[in-house]
Protein backbone atom coordinates (compact mmCIF):
# COMPACT_ATOMS: atom_id res chain seq x y z
CA UNK A 1 0.00 0.00 0.00
CA UNK A 2 1.05 3.61 -1.03
CA UNK A 3 2.84 4.91 2.32
CA UNK A 4 0.47 8.22 1.84
CA UNK A 5 -2.68 6.65 1.47
CA UNK A 6 -1.22 3.79 4.57
CA UNK A 7 -0.53 7.03 6.74
CA UNK A 8 -4.13 8.17 5.66
CA UNK A 9 -5.70 4.95 7.64
CA UNK A 10 -8.26 4.11 5.45
CA UNK A 11 -10.54 2.89 8.03
CA UNK A 12 -11.01 5.60 9.61
CA UNK A 13 -12.51 7.59 7.00
CA UNK A 14 -15.83 6.11 7.49
CA UNK A 15 -15.84 8.68 10.36
CA UNK A 16 -16.09 11.60 7.84
CA UNK A 17 -18.14 9.88 5.19
CA UNK A 18 -21.11 8.81 7.24
CA UNK A 19 -22.10 12.42 8.82
CA UNK A 20 -22.25 13.93 5.72
CA UNK A 21 -24.47 11.32 3.85
CA UNK A 22 -26.48 11.40 7.00
CA UNK A 23 -26.82 15.64 7.18
CA UNK A 24 -27.39 15.72 3.67
CA UNK A 25 -30.41 13.23 3.64
CA UNK A 26 -31.58 15.00 6.94
CA UNK A 27 -31.77 18.43 4.71
CA UNK A 28 -34.91 19.35 2.92
CA UNK A 29 -33.27 20.45 -0.13
CA UNK A 30 -30.30 19.16 -2.25
CA UNK A 31 -27.49 20.94 -4.10
CA UNK A 32 -24.58 18.30 -5.75
CA UNK A 33 -21.74 20.48 -5.58
CA UNK A 34 -22.74 21.35 -1.85
CA UNK A 35 -22.51 17.42 -1.14
CA UNK A 36 -19.28 16.83 -3.03
CA UNK A 37 -17.85 20.15 -1.30
CA UNK A 38 -18.83 18.99 2.25
CA UNK A 39 -17.74 15.52 1.73
CA UNK A 40 -14.45 17.27 0.46
CA UNK A 41 -13.72 19.47 3.89
CA UNK A 42 -14.93 16.08 5.98
CA UNK A 43 -12.51 13.53 4.42
CA UNK A 44 -9.84 16.21 4.06
CA UNK A 45 -10.15 17.36 7.60
CA UNK A 46 -9.89 13.66 8.66
CA UNK A 47 -6.26 12.94 6.57
CA UNK A 48 -5.07 15.97 8.13
CA UNK A 49 -5.85 14.49 11.80
CA UNK A 50 -4.20 11.54 10.44
CA UNK A 51 -1.35 12.96 9.13
CA UNK A 52 -0.67 15.46 11.75
CA UNK A 53 -1.13 12.53 14.81
CA UNK A 54 1.76 10.57 12.78
CA UNK A 55 3.72 13.35 12.98
CA UNK A 56 3.19 14.79 16.23
CA UNK A 57 3.47 11.03 17.89
CA UNK A 58 6.61 10.55 15.52
CA UNK A 59 9.17 13.84 16.29
CA UNK A 60 7.58 12.90 20.01
CA UNK A 61 8.82 9.41 20.14
CA UNK A 62 6.06 7.80 20.99
CA UNK A 63 5.17 5.74 18.22
CA UNK A 64 7.82 2.59 19.22
CA UNK A 65 8.80 -0.54 17.33
CA UNK A 66 5.92 -2.13 19.96
CA UNK A 67 2.66 -0.01 18.57
CA UNK A 68 0.47 -2.91 17.66
CA UNK A 69 -1.50 -1.27 13.83
CA UNK A 70 -0.47 0.36 10.83
CA UNK A 71 2.94 1.54 10.07
CA UNK A 72 3.74 5.03 11.38
CA UNK A 73 5.38 6.69 8.16
CA UNK A 74 7.05 9.24 10.43
CA UNK A 75 8.57 7.45 13.16
CA UNK A 76 9.72 3.93 10.99
CA UNK A 77 11.74 6.60 8.52
CA UNK A 78 9.37 6.27 5.59
CA UNK A 79 8.30 9.87 5.31
CA UNK A 80 10.43 12.64 6.81
CA UNK A 81 8.78 14.74 9.32
CA UNK A 82 9.33 17.85 7.44
CA UNK A 83 7.55 15.68 4.21
CA UNK A 84 5.05 15.08 6.64
CA UNK A 85 4.24 18.36 7.73
CA UNK A 86 3.55 19.28 4.27
CA UNK A 87 1.12 16.36 4.15
CA UNK A 88 -0.78 17.63 6.87
CA UNK A 89 -0.72 21.58 5.26
CA UNK A 90 -2.06 19.78 1.95
CA UNK A 91 -5.08 18.50 3.30
CA UNK A 92 -5.87 21.40 5.18
CA UNK A 93 -5.51 23.40 1.65
CA UNK A 94 -7.88 21.66 0.42
CA UNK A 95 -10.08 21.12 3.11
CA UNK A 96 -9.73 24.87 2.89
CA UNK A 97 -10.44 25.79 -0.58
CA UNK A 98 -13.78 23.56 -0.07
CA UNK A 99 -14.80 25.25 2.89
CA UNK A 100 -14.10 28.98 1.00
CA UNK A 101 -16.24 27.89 -1.99
CA UNK A 102 -19.41 26.88 0.43
CA UNK A 103 -18.61 29.55 2.61
CA UNK A 104 -19.38 32.26 -0.44
CA UNK A 105 -22.17 30.60 -1.35
CA UNK A 106 -23.99 29.72 1.83
CA UNK A 107 -22.77 32.55 4.40
CA UNK A 108 -19.38 33.48 6.08
CA UNK A 109 -20.16 31.58 9.32
CA UNK A 110 -18.70 28.69 8.07
CA UNK A 111 -15.24 30.14 8.01
CA UNK A 112 -16.08 30.06 12.14
CA UNK A 113 -16.63 26.23 11.67
CA UNK A 114 -13.87 25.72 9.58
CA UNK A 115 -11.34 27.25 11.96
CA UNK A 116 -12.46 25.34 14.84
CA UNK A 117 -12.11 22.42 13.16
CA UNK A 118 -8.98 23.47 11.86
CA UNK A 119 -7.75 24.35 15.32
CA UNK A 120 -9.07 21.25 16.50
CA UNK A 121 -7.43 19.47 14.44
CA UNK A 122 -4.00 20.13 15.15
CA UNK A 123 -4.17 20.75 19.03
CA UNK A 124 -5.70 16.89 18.80
CA UNK A 125 -2.08 15.67 18.78
CA UNK A 126 0.06 18.95 18.58
CA UNK A 127 0.91 21.73 20.85
CA UNK A 128 2.33 21.74 24.23
CA UNK A 129 -0.79 19.87 25.53
CA UNK A 130 -2.85 17.85 23.03
CA UNK A 131 -6.06 16.58 23.86
CA UNK A 132 -5.83 13.15 22.34
CA UNK A 133 -3.48 12.76 25.34
CA UNK A 134 -5.60 14.18 27.39
CA UNK A 135 -8.53 11.60 27.50
CA UNK A 136 -9.96 14.48 25.41
CA UNK A 137 -9.56 12.54 21.78
CA UNK A 138 -13.22 11.02 22.22
CA UNK A 139 -15.10 14.46 22.76
CA UNK A 140 -13.10 15.55 19.50
CA UNK A 141 -14.30 13.18 17.71
CA UNK A 142 -17.99 12.76 18.87
CA UNK A 143 -18.34 17.03 18.27
CA UNK A 144 -16.57 17.23 15.22
CA UNK A 145 -17.18 13.94 13.32
CA UNK A 146 -21.10 14.11 15.00
CA UNK A 147 -22.28 17.15 15.86
CA UNK A 148 -20.76 19.87 13.49
CA UNK A 149 -19.97 17.17 10.57
CA UNK A 150 -23.75 16.27 10.53
CA UNK A 151 -25.20 19.50 11.40
CA UNK A 152 -23.01 21.36 9.12
CA UNK A 153 -23.71 19.09 6.41
CA UNK A 154 -27.41 19.72 6.36
CA UNK A 155 -26.67 23.31 6.78
CA UNK A 156 -24.39 23.93 3.70
CA UNK A 157 -28.20 22.94 1.69
CA UNK A 158 -30.89 24.70 3.46
CA UNK A 159 -28.88 27.19 5.20
CA UNK A 160 -30.27 26.60 8.53
CA UNK A 161 -29.92 24.15 11.08
CA UNK A 162 -32.06 21.59 10.99
CA UNK A 163 -33.38 19.83 13.72
CA UNK A 164 -33.57 16.54 12.56
CA UNK A 165 -29.58 16.50 11.53
CA UNK A 166 -29.33 17.35 15.13
CA UNK A 167 -30.98 14.42 16.66
CA UNK A 168 -29.18 12.23 13.78
CA UNK A 169 -25.70 13.68 14.96
CA UNK A 170 -26.27 11.75 17.76
CA UNK A 171 -25.81 8.05 16.72
CA UNK A 172 -23.56 9.09 13.88
CA UNK A 173 -20.95 11.04 16.52
CA UNK A 174 -21.21 7.85 18.89
CA UNK A 175 -19.95 5.17 16.55
CA UNK A 176 -17.41 7.69 15.05
CA UNK A 177 -15.99 7.74 18.35
CA UNK A 178 -16.49 3.95 18.79
CA UNK A 179 -13.88 3.69 16.27
CA UNK A 180 -11.49 5.48 18.41
CA UNK A 181 -12.47 3.77 21.44
CA UNK A 182 -12.05 0.32 19.21
CA UNK A 183 -8.30 2.30 18.33
CA UNK A 184 -7.14 2.95 21.46
CA UNK A 185 -8.10 0.33 23.44
CA UNK A 186 -5.94 -1.84 20.91
CA UNK A 187 -3.52 0.61 22.12
CA UNK A 188 -3.54 1.15 25.64
CA UNK A 189 0.11 -0.94 26.29
CA UNK A 190 2.06 1.10 24.09
CA UNK A 191 0.15 3.98 25.15
CA UNK A 192 0.80 4.14 29.00
CA UNK A 193 4.40 3.38 27.68
CA UNK A 194 5.09 6.26 25.95
CA UNK A 195 3.26 8.17 28.32
CA UNK A 196 0.08 8.86 26.13
CA UNK A 197 -2.90 9.37 28.66
CA UNK A 198 -5.62 8.36 26.28
CA UNK A 199 -9.27 8.19 27.96
CA UNK A 200 -8.54 4.37 27.14
CA UNK A 201 -5.50 4.68 29.23
CA UNK A 202 -7.60 6.60 32.17
CA UNK A 203 -10.30 4.45 32.32
CA UNK A 204 -8.17 0.77 31.77
CA UNK A 205 -8.99 -1.91 29.54
CA UNK A 206 -12.31 -2.84 31.19
CA UNK A 207 -14.15 0.03 31.49
CA UNK A 208 -12.95 0.88 27.56
CA UNK A 209 -14.30 -2.03 26.58
CA UNK A 210 -17.82 -1.26 28.27
CA UNK A 211 -17.76 2.63 26.73
CA UNK A 212 -17.73 0.52 23.69
CA UNK A 213 -20.24 -1.54 23.91
CA UNK A 214 -22.40 1.52 25.42
CA UNK A 215 -21.92 3.68 22.06
CA UNK A 216 -22.37 1.07 19.59
CA UNK A 217 -25.60 0.02 21.53
CA UNK A 218 -26.76 3.23 22.58
CA UNK A 219 -25.76 4.43 19.07
CA UNK A 220 -29.26 1.95 17.67
CA UNK A 221 -31.10 3.25 20.69
CA UNK A 222 -30.98 6.72 20.59
CA UNK A 223 -31.68 6.58 16.57
CA UNK A 224 -34.50 4.37 17.18
CA UNK A 225 -35.85 6.44 19.65
CA UNK A 226 -35.58 9.12 18.62
CA UNK A 227 -35.64 9.88 14.77
CA UNK A 228 -39.28 8.48 14.04
CA UNK A 229 -40.59 10.53 16.91
CA UNK A 230 -39.02 13.65 15.02
CA UNK A 231 -39.84 12.29 10.97
CA UNK A 232 -42.85 11.27 12.00
CA UNK A 233 -42.13 8.16 10.14
CA UNK A 234 -40.64 4.68 10.70
CA UNK A 235 -38.45 4.63 8.03
CA UNK A 236 -35.45 5.64 10.22
CA UNK A 237 -35.58 2.29 11.83
CA UNK A 238 -33.93 0.89 8.59
CA UNK A 239 -31.07 1.58 11.07
CA UNK A 240 -31.98 -2.36 12.65
CA UNK A 241 -30.41 -3.41 9.63
CA UNK A 242 -27.16 -2.79 10.34
CA UNK A 243 -27.65 -4.58 13.58
CA UNK A 244 -25.60 -8.00 12.34
CA UNK A 245 -22.22 -5.85 11.08
CA UNK A 246 -22.25 -5.19 14.95
CA UNK A 247 -21.67 -8.78 15.97
CA UNK A 248 -18.10 -9.39 14.76
CA UNK A 249 -16.54 -6.42 16.47
CA UNK A 250 -18.94 -6.16 19.52
CA UNK A 251 -17.96 -10.18 19.79
CA UNK A 252 -13.79 -8.98 19.56
CA UNK A 253 -14.02 -5.93 22.30
CA UNK A 254 -16.65 -8.46 24.36
CA UNK A 255 -14.50 -11.64 24.41
CA UNK A 256 -10.69 -9.83 26.00
CA UNK A 257 -9.26 -9.74 22.65
CA UNK A 258 -6.13 -7.82 23.03
CA UNK A 259 -3.11 -6.35 19.96
CA UNK A 260 -3.78 -7.32 16.51
CA UNK A 261 -7.26 -9.28 17.61
CA UNK A 262 -8.63 -6.16 17.72
CA UNK A 263 -7.98 -4.74 14.43
CA UNK A 264 -11.41 -6.78 13.53
CA UNK A 265 -12.80 -4.22 16.08
CA UNK A 266 -11.34 -1.12 14.34
CA UNK A 267 -11.98 -2.12 10.74
CA UNK A 268 -15.81 -3.61 11.51
CA UNK A 269 -17.27 -0.70 13.33
CA UNK A 270 -15.92 1.57 10.54
CA UNK A 271 -17.61 -0.40 8.21
CA UNK A 272 -20.73 -0.86 10.56
CA UNK A 273 -20.84 3.65 10.64
CA UNK A 274 -20.76 3.71 7.13
CA UNK A 275 -23.74 1.23 6.65
CA UNK A 276 -25.34 2.88 9.70
CA UNK A 277 -25.00 5.97 7.67
CA UNK A 278 -26.30 4.92 4.31
CA UNK A 279 -29.80 2.89 6.15
CA UNK A 280 -30.33 6.11 7.79
CA UNK A 281 -29.78 8.29 4.94
CA UNK A 282 -32.56 6.10 2.98
CA UNK A 283 -34.93 6.18 5.91
CA UNK A 284 -34.51 10.28 6.54
CA UNK A 285 -35.04 10.77 2.60
CA UNK A 286 -38.26 8.18 2.70
CA UNK A 287 -39.57 9.95 5.59
Known amino acids: MNVWVEAARPRTLPAAVAPVLVGTAAAT ?13 AVAVQVAVNYANDYFDGVRGLDT ?3 VGPRRAVATGLVAPARMRTGVGVALGVAAVAGLALSAAVGWELLLVGLACFAACLAYSGGPRPYASAGLGELFVFVFFGLVATVGSAYVHDERVVAVAVAASVPVGMLATAILVANNLRDIPTDA ?18 FYLVLVAGAFLVAAASLPVMTGSLWPLLTVAAVPLSVRPLRAVASDATGRELVPALAGTGVLELAFAVLLGVGLVLA
Open 29 to 41: RFVAWRFAGALVV
Open 65 to 67: PQR
Open 193 to 210: AGGKATMAVRLGDRLTRV
